[in-house]
C-alpha cells in the first residue's frame, strides 16, 4: 500500500484480556518500530526490527509485551493480561533503510483503551 | 539516558506571527535530529532532520531548524506561521550518528494558530 497501515484503528478490551496490533508497513521497507504515546506523554520507543536481524526488544516495558514480523513485512504487537496503564495509541512505523536518519513512516495508530 | 525536552506543551499564535519551539537534548555524541508534525486526524510526518553539515536545516512548509550543539538545542522557526500550521510538533533525537535506530521522542508542543 501507499503508507503504513494499522488495525484496528480503536481497540477496547477489558482488564485482563490479551490484544493483538497489526501494522502493515510500505512494502520494500525492510525496518519497523512500533512506539507508544500515551496521553501527556512523548512517543516511547518499543521494539524495532531489521531484516533477518535479532530484534531490538530493549523498550518492552513488561514481559506482556511482545512482538513479532513474520516473513519482513506484517508485524504484531501482542499485549497479554492487559492493564489499564496499556491504554495509549500505538503506532507503527517503517523505514527503507536500515538507519533511522533516512526518517520513519507512521501509520495512523492504534488507540487501545482498556476498562 | 538519553532525553529530549520540549519546554513549551501549548502554543497560541495569531497568522503571521512568528514561531520558535525550543528543543533540548540530552547526549553528548554524535546525534540525528528530527522534528514530526502531526495534523489534526493524520499521522506523524517527518518536517526536517540534520545529521551532517549546515546546522540550518530547510523543512517543508517553511520551516527551519537550528542545530546549536554547544546548546544541545535544536529549536524549530518559521518566520509566519499560517492557520494551516496548527498542529502537534514532536522533536527526537537518535544518537550514536545513527548507530542505534531508537528514536527518543520529547512530549511534544501543541500549536494552535488563529486566523
Known amino acids: 500500500g501507499a503508507g503504513v497501515s494499522q488495525s484496528p484503528s480503536n481497540k477496547v478490551t477489558e482488564k485482563g484480556k490479551d490484544v493483538e496490533l497489526r501494522c502493515d508497513p510500505i512494502?520494500?521497507?525492510?525496518?519497523l518500530y512500533w512506539y507508544r504515546q500515551s496521553l501527556g506523554q512523548g512517543l516511547e520507543f518499543l521494539i524495532y526490527f531489521q531484516g533477518n536481524s535479532a530484534p531490538d526488544k530493549s523498550g518492552l516495558p513488561s514481559d506482556r509485551f511482545s512482538a513479532e514480523r513474520t516473513g519482513g513485512s506484517v508485524s504484531t504487537l501482542t499485549i497479554q493480561r492487559t492493564q489499564q496503564e496499556d491504554s495509549a495509541v500505538y503506532l507503527c512505523?517503517?523505514?527503507?533503510?536500515?538507519?533511522?536518519?533516512?526518517?520513519?513512516?507512521f501509520g495512523s495508530g492504534t488507540r487501545l483503551t482498556v476498562v | 539516558a538519553q532525553s529530549v525536552s520540549q519546554h513549551n506543551h501549548h502554543v497560541i499564535l495569531s497568522e503571521a506571527a512568528s514561531l520558535e519551539l525550543g528543543c533540548n537534548y540530552s547526549?553528548?555524541?554524535?546525534?540525528?535530529l528530527f522534528w514530526y508534525v502531526q495534523y489534526p486526524g493524520q499521522h506523524l510526518q517527518l518536517l526536517l532532520k540534520y545529521f551532517s553539515g549546515d546546522p540550518l536545516v530547510k523543512g517543508i512548509k517553511g520551516f527551519e531548524a537550528e542545530f546549536i550543539k554547544s546548546k544541545f538545542s535544536f529549536n524549530l522557526r518559521k518566520p509566519s506561521v499560517q492557520w494551516s500550521d496548527t498542529a502537534e510538533y514532536f522533536c527526537?533525537?537518535?544518537?550514536?550518528?545513527?548507530?542505534?535506530?531508537?528514536?527518543?521522542f520529547g512530549t511534544g508542543t501543541l500549536l494552535a494558530v488563529q486566523p
Open positions: 547526549y553528548g555524541g554524535t546525534v540525528n
Open positions: 527526537a533525537v537518535n544518537g550514536d550518528g545513527g548507530a542505534t535506530n531508537k528514536l527518543i
Open positions: 512505523a517503517s523505514s527503507l533503510r536500515d538507519r533511522v536518519d533516512f526518517g520513519s513512516t
Open positions: 512494502s520494500g521497507h525492510t525496518a
